[in-house]
């Protein structure tokens, strides 16, 4: 077992950050190469025009999912030192619905504004500026927000678990459901086959 | 060519899915190694613990990513509380996974729990873990009904009253006492500490 | 040069999803952006009145215990996917100065939009501690519940509130 390699003392904080910029890059540059740079693509999909993000998205989790799950298997990494984001049911389902109605009203989320801005987009600069006043204002009215924030908290809580199924079933699912999805984007933008714009 | 590789790739990662289903599980043993000598090393030089005035002060400090995880059922945890404290039972805390520098503080109603969960994170590969050794009964007569010694001088006086400082702080109630400490029941101590509101 | 067309949805989400397994694979942890906005803002903060931010729970874990800033892996990420996003653009001929919107809208309105959208997600980001980076497709590749549900709750509220913005694309 000797990933994850930081996790298991393979390398310290400096070269971390090293790794940082490295993947950040390589970040940077498969958004850009697919589209999600542009506030206009992005927008598509919620007009069932262009369903790149779903698909992009879907791919990414999917392979990162199956990833975790073959090199767990394979006793190349140990899973449980991954860092799993907690739960807090409403405060996530709250998060989300806002920050859903923010990306409608954007049409770029906080990583692709900055591929946004980094590719010459004014308006990619603008999301970045809003995105900033409007954690520093909830930050600074935190005291407001704290009980409604740690509501509800579920700790590490996973699909399995909620399920009640075993990891390799909730994969199978969500890779099954990643495919309907696939298809179905497919139909719905062949039925709208106006070009993607530039 | 381009349809070709994604051909490929859909099948491969329907076929891991379909796989993944039948295996279950990514883990295939125990995730956990006890470092058995370094454990009792710990125990034995106290690096296990904190009492609850060191807690306290961290506290009220507000040490940087600090958790102070009580591991009660919820009854005893609305009951009363360590300050700042958040609740997660004992098989949730095992799932959890820290961020790299959290200073990780563990409490049940008498330590023992907590001791245990100890043993379990660090086996985990947790660094900065510690449990308070008498549980919330200790922070109730170390804190929160703090007893300074009547007499004291020089150092002593100022840690004696750099301690009944930190329980005003956290609305408790020191008590003077000359040499004969009385002992309290547990109801007792929470009944007068309940008594201040909040 | 022309600017060339944007790659294979699907390729450019596998090799996404291969950077976003490599950070679990390498680090231990997923991918993220809003993150280093709050790190941003709490050093800010710090900045402004030092102790007020070290005393704001939500700041204060960007901070160290002197208060200053801390170097987030975050924030430096984050200027890789600057710099990796602009080296991908200027090797397509895809660098651009523009803003991008739909005809019917003015520039001004444009920026008015995408600064408030940016606020709005700032907030949303804040209680689901994440964003699209660091909850749907690291939390979602993890199979975290709360991320999952970040996801559909997003998505539903995007779709809703899209044919009130029509104005801005189309």
């Not at chain 1, 900033?132 to 924030?149: C, D, I, K, S």
Request: glycine residues 12%.
């Amino acid at each position: 077992m000797i990933a994850p390699f930081f996790e298991n003392g393979v390398f310290g904080e400096t070269a971390s950050l090293g790794v940082a910029l490295a993947i950040g890059i390589a970040f940077g540059w498969f958004l850009e190469r697919s589209g999600m740079g542009s506030a206009r693509k992005l927008a598509g999909q919620f007009y069932l025009r262009d369903l790149t993000v779903f698909k992009v998205m879907f791919t990414a989790i999917i392979t990162a999912m199956l990833g975790v799950f073959w090199l767990g298997w394979a006793g190349a990494l140990d899973v449980d030192r991954i860092f799993v984001p907690e739960t807090w049911i409403l405060p996530q389902l709250a998060g989300g619905v806002i920050f859903g109605i923010g990306f409608a009203i954007s049409g770029l989320c906080p990583g692709t504004s900055c591929v946004a801005a980094a590719t010459g987009r004014i308006d990619g600069l603008a999301v970045v500026a809003g995105m900033f006043a409007g954690v520093l204002g909830t930050g600074l009215l935190f005291t407001r927000l704290q009980a409604f924030y740690f509501s509800t908290p579920r700790g590490v809580y996973t699909l399995p678990q909620l399920f009640n199924a075993s990891q390799g079933a909730i994969v199978f699912g969500v890779v099954l459901i990643a495919f309907a999805g696939f298809r179905i984007a497919e139909m719905i933008e062949r039925r709208f086959t106006r070009a993607s714009i530039e | 060519m381009k349809t070709l590789s994604l051909r490929i790739l859909a099948v491969v990662a329907l076929s891991l899915a379909g796989l993944a289903a039948f295996a279950g599980s990514p883990r295939r043993r125990a995730t956990a190694s006890l470092d058995v000598a370094a454990l009792a090393h710990d125990v034995q030089t106290e690096a296990d613990h904190v009492t609850a005035v060191e807690l306290a002060r961290w506290i009220r400090d507000r040490k940087p990513a600090l958790r102070v995880i009580d591991i009660r059922d919820s009854a005893e945890f609305d009951e009363y509380h360590i300050p700042r404290a958040e609740r997660l039972p004992i098989e949730a805390v095992v799932k959890t996974s820290f961020q790299p520098g959290e200073t990780i503080v563990l409490y049940s109603g008498g330590g023992a729990h907590a001791a245990q969960a100890w043993v379990l994170l660090k086996a985990r590969g947790e660094k900065d873990v510690f449990f308070l050794r008498g549980g919330v009964a200790e922070w109730l007569d170390e804190v929160m009904n703090a007893r300074i010694p009547a007499n004291a001088t020089g150092e002593a006086r100022e840690e004696a009253d750099s301690v009944a400082a930190l329980s005003r702080y956290f609305g408790g109630v020191p008590r003077q006492v000359d040499s004969v400490v009385p002992i309290q029941s547990f109801k007792a101590m929470t009944a007068r500490v309940r008594g201040r509101g909040c | 040069m022309s600017a060339k067309p944007y790659s294979n949805p699907y390729l450019a989400g596998f090799g996404l999803g291969l950077v976003l397994l490599s950070a679990f694979v390498i680090m231990g942890r997923g991918l993220g952006a809003s993150g280093a906005f709050a790190s941003g803002a709490a050093a800010v903060a710090a900045a402004a009145a030092p102790k007020s931010a070290g005393a704001n729970d939500y700041f204060a874990r960007y901070l160290s215990a002197s208060g200053s800033p801390r170097i987030d892996w975050l924030v430096v990420e984050l200027i890789g996917v600057v710099i990796g996003g602009f080296v991908s653009a200027v090797l397509a001929g895809r660098f651009r100065r523009e803003i991008e919107k739909g005809p019917r809208i003015s520039d001004a309105a444009r920026l008015r939009l995408a600064f408030t959208g940016g606020g709005v997600m700032g907030v949303g980001a804040v209680l689901a501690r994440g964003c699209t980076s660091g909850q749907a497709l690291t939390g979602g590749a993890l199979l975290s519940v709360g991320s999952w549900i970040f996801i559909g709750a997003a998505f539903a509220a995007a779709y809703a509130a899209a044919p009130l913005l029509r104005k801005t694309w189309i």
